[in-house]
Nanobody, 131 residues
Framework: QVQLVESGGGLVQPGGSLRLSCAASGFTLDHYGIGWFRQAPGKEREGVSCIIYNDGNTYYADSVKGRFTISRDNAKNTVYLEMNSLKPEDTAVYYC????????????????????????WGQGTQVTVSS
């Protein structure tokens, strides 16, 4: 069964850090693009960061550039999102998604694409940034 499982969310104070994990099971991430998306209540889904697993090309939304870092661990078949200098506006449910051989890393992160475009979509993990 193809599955993505996110973990690492929680409550953190402004300026703090969290590391999210996206673990794949039932398939290996070679040749896939992996993306992190987020959605806050009443707001549209946003493509936060994406990575092409084989070549390491990355994309970051302007809202997180310089604060978030996406990375992969081949041995663990897992993608991480390191989030630093967190702000209240980063509060959202964070999801990871996988797409087989995405055309571009930017296209992988296009939040206007339907979820059905992706081969797998996780259940989400809540990130709350509040004092």
């Amino acid at each position: 069964q193809v599955q993505l499982v996110e973990s690492g969310g929680g409550l953190v104070q402004p300026g703090g850090s969290l590391r999210l994990s996206c673990a794949a099971s039932g398939f290996t991430l070679d040749h896939y693009g992996i993306g992190w998306f987020r959605q806050a209540p009443g707001k549209e889904r946003e493509g936060v960061s994406c990575i092409i697993y084989n070549d390491g090309n990355t994309y970051y939304a302007d809202s997180v550039k310089g604060r978030f870092t996406i990375s992969r661990d081949n041995a663990k078949n897992t993608v991480y999102l390191e989030m630093n200098s967190l702000k209240p506006e980063d509060t959202a449910v964070y999801y990871c998604a996988a797409e087989w051989v995405p055309f571009t890393v930017q296209g992988m992160c296009d939040s206007h694409r339907p979820i059905s475009d992706y081969n797998a979509w996780g259940q989400g993990t809540q990130v709350t940034v509040s004092s």
